[in-house]
């Protein structure tokens, strides 16, 4: 079947660690995202890939990190530097450039909790 | 820079009832999705919209976008319980990027 994985789906962090979360699909997309969503609000968006080596930043970049070393893979790094990381974090694929009809296609998310 | 609007942002409606909710968007694009989200899981794609005057329909769920006024409609008819769920959409904000409204979340009671 093809998708998106997320792991782990609960992780929790103590004060001045950095965490890692990891996102894979077998999609073929080339195209990979970040999200963060709050409690009751929309998606923004953290970094974005449209290919192998490559990122931009999003609309709330500010104490994250990412890479994409493998079409299929685009880990989250959450750093230390991130003073208020607990949230819902989901990761989308898509093709790029966007066709008729594609959308962005989303893993079960990983939700991150700060001790 | 493009913003997206939803209303109403909570919705409480009785089985069988019809009720549209509305995403206005601030800037051209060229593309507008809908999703569905259950408490506590990921996204689902329900409807892509690529033109102005397109509409689209799933059971008991109908999409379209009004370009011109840059506003998509997500309309339910005769909603169940099955249907409560927070729906959001999103509007293409250049190359592939989304910018997400922030949702209605949408409770159906007997």
């Known amino acids: 079947d093809g998708g998106i994985t997320q792991s782990p789906k609960y992780l929790f962090r103590k004060e001045g660690q950095n965490v890692t979360l990891s996102c894979e699909q077998n999609l073929n997309h080339d195209a990979m995202y970040w999200y963060r969503q709050d409690p009751g609000q929309g998606l923004r968006l953290i970094y974005y890939s449209q290919i192998v080596n490559d990122f931009q930043k999003g609309d709330i970049a500010e104490g994250y990190s990412v890479s994409r070393e493998k079409k299929e893979s685009f880990p989250l790094t959450v750093t230390s530097a991130q003073k208020n990381p607990t949230a819902f974090y989901l990761c989308?694929?898509?093709?790029?450039?966007?066709?008729?009809?594609?959308?962005?296609?989303f893993g079960p998310g990983t939700r991150l909790t700060v001790l | 820079e493009l913003k997206v609007e939803q209303n109403p942002l909570f919705l409480s409606m009785q089985e069988g009832k019809n009720y549209t909710i509305y995403c206005n968007y601030s800037t051209t694009s060229d593309r507008l999705y809908w999703y569905r989200q259950d408490p506590g899981k990921s996204l689902e794609s329900l409807f892509v919209?690529?033109?102005?005057?397109a509409v689209k329909q799933e059971g008991r769920l109908m999409a379209s976008l009004d370009t011109k006024a840059r506003l998509s409609t997500l309309h339910i008819t005769a909603a169940v319980h099955d249907l409560s769920a927070t729906y959001f959409c999103a509007v293409g904000g250049g190359t592939d990027k989304l910018i997400f409204g922030t949702g209605t979340r949408l409770q159906v009671f007997p």
């Open positions: 919209l690529l033109s102005n005057g």
């Open positions: 989308a694929s898509s093709a790029f450039p966007p066709r008729n009809r594609d959308t962005q296609y």
